[in-house]
């Protein structure tokens, strides 16, 4: 029986590792907006320059995957997000590609409320319900964009949840749910606007939330056959405070006990992601095998869902998801930093950064596994791994032609061979490390290195593979992604360098 | 194997312009100037020329594409111009086509010339350019030095060499171009430095700082080759030919197989060892009495000295340090200032390092001038450590 349920059977996060001090934002707008000085207690999650809503889904994706090659059961991936890259242009195609999914997945972005992210769970759960996908793969997934000076900037955060929806192995079954939708506009973003337009947030507070939240619950309670009393992990997003979502849940009649963290303090909201960051962090940390969850998206109405976890929710145990991510932080006390990474500040780049940077996009087609899923080639004969795969292998002993094999180096383990921090070209922020990359089983790539801590990079240190923005291309609209690698800064002690001469 | 090409083609003239930031001249106009010095010191005719090789990089500064630059400014006599590129090596192909026409006997008289204007960029450094469609949407998007300084942590970890050591003896690489170059008038940087200001100066790409990186300057230089028989017939004294001219290209091993360590240059090493053959050298280190190598950054200088043979593999750090690289050292190395003081402009670089040869050869060095030095290596890369073109070219007097 209850292999027949459909449900959850894995989860992964990914929250990007800067974290920015709020207390540093509050201070350097304080002359100005000396109200936010209250607001500045904690940290909230800040991408990189390099990452986006796809690139963040991208890596909570690996995490949930883990790094078997073969991926070809994802046979569906709902993607949703409010702030995707591309307006046209699939961006779940984006994340397919990358991931090395089959092209027979059925992607679909979900997108236009802050809903998206569990919209795009239901829509998965139906799919599998119906018969018509057997897993399906659901990321939320949201890079803020704020204008600078405004509470939002504070309140935001920017990361990604990932979920499996199957009938395998379940690891919290779904129990049911309820859609309310409601042109509620508590903010809106027009076609050609950048920033969100935000109504007061009393209004959002009471004759929103208040209101539509109980409808909601209510509903999703009744379609469950859950009583209130049962839920033991009330996820609701929301920039409110722990105690006005506790004041919810009573009022619904679920205990205030059950109000999970928001993680307004070490995160920031993460817009059509948090509701699955948050609940993913609740599987995580606080949920027991026999709990039942409730999981609300506020926006344009709200979503319900309801799920029971199961006895295979160890089975996850090993995953970063979101608990792993938020301890793996880095403290960024500059404002100025933050604001440009996010567009927010014309600053002078320097003529290096005139260059073009369109992209062919008949070569990116034509070298599309290569560019976007990081395929090499490994030869059926010699097994010599290379990156590009070519027709004549690059063995020095046996030029084979033909005998090329697709090879992935997404996720193999590898080190760093040469390497140099670059003052001289340009960089969103310098100075720009690359090098040579050798990996453990064969293959080289001369690549970019991002998230580095300077001073820790050498010879001989791991690193890890992340699919990342290479190039923005602002004339025409375009962004490249490529492969890049982030050096393990406490594989340093074990690396085999002249350091060790010293 | 091939016969080769040693004692079957002469140097007749050479050029070359004044290097540096030449903001009074075009690439016309150093072009002329190379030239013209080339023509007097060979003593002959535009229309006795037969055919011309130019060696050009950048396309989207300097001349552009095509032979037609060359052929408008030196008001050729409608001969034959190849235009030539091969990165930074591009001079020594320029040299390399017209030796060849020589010696094939299809020319009589050759000219190579190579230019390139740098200083038309609006910004220090070299130009940054995308490398066909492909490439730049995967390979970082670095400079030279960045490529460069990766010579660097290799080289560290694979001989043990400490951080410090390192940037010690590639300091002294600089102090001792800077003291080279100080002594020639057509050098672009002229100034004496100390390893004190090479140790602090501002962080290029780590480890390299300022003065571990080259100048980058406007110049051009040009060779007139000639049979030695035609060289003779005019009368020429002291003849200097032609050795060796060899030249190894990367097939991808460095950069995608892992037989490669990043701490060497693997075409240099098949380069230099063809070359050696080629002229009949089998002791490198005792036979070669100078050398002008394409130090673009120190650190390429340093490693060059391990994979031309002329120091032990892991000794050139001791080398350096004990000055056999030096003007008064067993090989005096970059006598003329080297790409670090002479200057880089790259489509001339190659022939610069020829003409200096040439002119030590000849006893015609002025304050810089070797005592009595027999035979003379140019070496001269293209590219970087990973994916390069090696240009390896050794010259002397006639019968050495």
Not at chain 1, 70 to 96: C, E, Q
Not at chain 1, 287 to 302: I, M, T
Not at chain 2, 240 to 265: C, I, P, R
């Amino acid at each position: 029986m209850a292999q027949q349920s459909v449900g959850l059977t894995a989860y992964g996060g990914y929250i990007p590792r800067l974290r920015l001090q709020r207390k540093s934002v509050a201070q350097a707008n304080a002359w100005v907006a000396p109200n936010f000085l209250g607001k500045g207690k904690g940290e909230r999650s800040m991408a990189n320059w390099d990452e986006d809503s796809v690139t963040m889904a991208v890596e909570a994706a690996r995490d949930l995957l883990g790094p078997d090659d073969d991926r070809s059961h994802v046979d569906a991936l709902y993607f949703g997000s409010t702030t995707m890259p591309f307006k046209d242009r699939l961006n779940s195609g984006i994340i397919a590609a990358a991931l090395t999914l089959e092209q027979s997945v059925r992607a679909v972005d979900v997108a236009s409320t802050q809903r998206a992210g569990t919209s795009a769970l239901m829509q998965a759960l139906s799919a599998v319900k119906a018969g018509e996908a057997k897993n399906a793969l659901v990321l939320a997934s949201d890079h803020r964009k704020t204008k600078a000076v405004t509470s939002q900037e504070l309140d935001f955060g920017d990361g990604a949840a990932a979920v499996m929806v199957g009938t395998d192995n379940v690891i919290a079954t779904y129990l049911g749910g309820a859609s309310l939708t409601v042109d509620f506009v508590d903010h809106f973003r027009g076609d050609t606007e950048e920033f969100d337009y935000n109504w007061e947030e009393r209004w959002i507070r009471d004759e929103g939330f208040s209101k539509i939240v109980p409808k909601a619950v209510k509903a999703a309670l009744e379609n469950s056959g859950v009583s209130a009393s049962d839920i033991k992990h009330f996820v609701m997003p929301c920039i409110f405070g722990d105690k006005f979502a506790q004041q919810l849940a009573k009022r619904s009649g679920i205990s205030p006990d059950a109000a999970r963290d928001t993680l307004a303090a070490n995160c920031g909201e993460t817009g059509a992601a948090h509701s699955l960051v948050m609940l993913v962090n609740t599987l995580q940390t606080e949920a027991k095998p026999g709990d039942k969850v409730l999981v609300l998206h506020f926006g344009g109405g709200c979503d319900a869902l309801v799920f029971e976890a199961t006895d295979r929710l160890s089975s996850q145990a090993s995953k970063r998801g979101i608990a792993g991510s938020l301890k793996n932080g880095v403290e960024e006390t500059n404002y100025l930093k933050f604001l440009t990474f996010n567009g927010l500040i014309e600053w002078e780049k320097g003529m290096r950064a005139e260059q073009d940077k369109k992209t062919a996009l008949t070569t990116l087609y034509r070298n599309e596994d290569m560019l976007m899923g990081l395929v090499g080639g490994r030869c059926k004969e010699t097994g010599v791994v290379q990156f590009p795969r070519s027709r004549i292998s690059v063995n020095p002993n046996n030029h084979t032609v033909d005998t090329q094999e697709p090879y992935k180096f997404a996720e193999k383990k590898a080190k760093i061979l040469s390497w140099s921090a670059d003052f001289l070209s340009f960089s969103m922020n310098p100075p720009n490390h690359y090098g040579m990359v050798v990996f453990d089983e064969g293959g080289r790539i001369m690549m970019d290195f991002t998230d580095v801590e300077a001073g820790t990079v050498d010879s001989g240190m791991e690193v890890k593979l992340v699919f990342r923005i290479k190039e923005f291309d602002d004339k025409r609209g375009f962004r490249r992604y490529f492969w890049k690698a982030v050096p393990i800064a406490s594989s340093a002690a074990k690396s085999q360098t002249g350091q060790a001469a010293e | 194997m091939a016969a080769g090409i040693k004692d079957k083609v002469a140097i007749l003239g050479m050029g070359c312009s004044k290097f540096g930031e030449r903001w009074d001249a075009g690439p016309e106009e150093l072009m002329v100037e190379a030239y013209l010095e080339a023509m007097q010191d060979a003593g002959i005719e535009p229309t006795q020329l037969d055919a011309a090789w130019f060696s050009t990089h950048i396309d989207e500064i300097g001349t552009g594409k095509g032979g037609t630059p060359l052929s408008l400014a030196l008001r050729l006599p409608n001969i034959a111009v190849t235009r030539v590129e091969n990165f930074c090596a591009s001079g020594s192909e320029a040299l390399r086509g017209a030796v060849y026409a020589v010696a094939s006997g299809a020319a009589d008289i050759a000219l190579a010339v190579g230019v390139e204007k740098l200083k038309d960029t609006g910004y220090g450094g070299l130009p940054v350019g995308n490398m066909g469609t492909l490439n730049p949407q995967w390979s970082p998007s670095g400079s030279a030095p960045g490529n460069f300084a990766q010579l660097a942590s290799a080289y560290r970890a694979k001989h043990g060499v400490s951080k410090e050591d390192l940037k010690r003896a590639i300091a002294h690489v600089s102090v001792k171009s800077h003291a080279n170059g100080a002594k020639n008038p057509k050098a672009h940087l002229r100034n004496e430095v100390t390893e004190d200001q090479v140790l602090n100066a501002p962080m290029i790409a780590e480890p390299l700082g300022l003065f571990d990186c080259c100048g980058v300057s406007d110049g051009a230089a040009a060779a007139i080759v000639t049979t030695p028989e035609i060289a003779r017939a005019m009368g020429k004294k002291n003849i200097v030919t032609v050795k060796a001219m060899q030249l190894s290209v990367s097939n991808g091993l460095e950069s995608q197989h892992n037989s490669w360590d990043g701490s060497y240059f693997h075409t240099a090493r098949i380069a230099a060892k063809k070359a050696y053959k080629e002229a009949g050298i089998d002791n490198p280190r005792e036979q070669v009495s100078m050398m002008e190598v394409h130090d673009c950054f120190s650190v390429t200088e340093l490693v060059t000295m391990e994979d031309l043979f002329i120091s032990p593999e892991g000794g050139a750090v001791k080398d350096v340090m004990d000055g056999f690289y030096d003007a008064d050292g067993k090989v005096p190395c970059q006598i003329d200032g080297g790409l670090k003081c002479f200057g880089h402009p790259i489509g001339a670089s190659g022939l610069r390092m020829a003409y200096e040869m040439y002119l030590q050869l000849q006893g015609r060095a002025g304050e810089r001038q070797l005592p009595n030095p027999k035979i003379g290596l140019t070496h001269n890369l293209g590219g970087a450590p990973s994916q390069n073109v090696c240009s390896v070219t050794i010259i002397g007097a006639h019968g050495a």
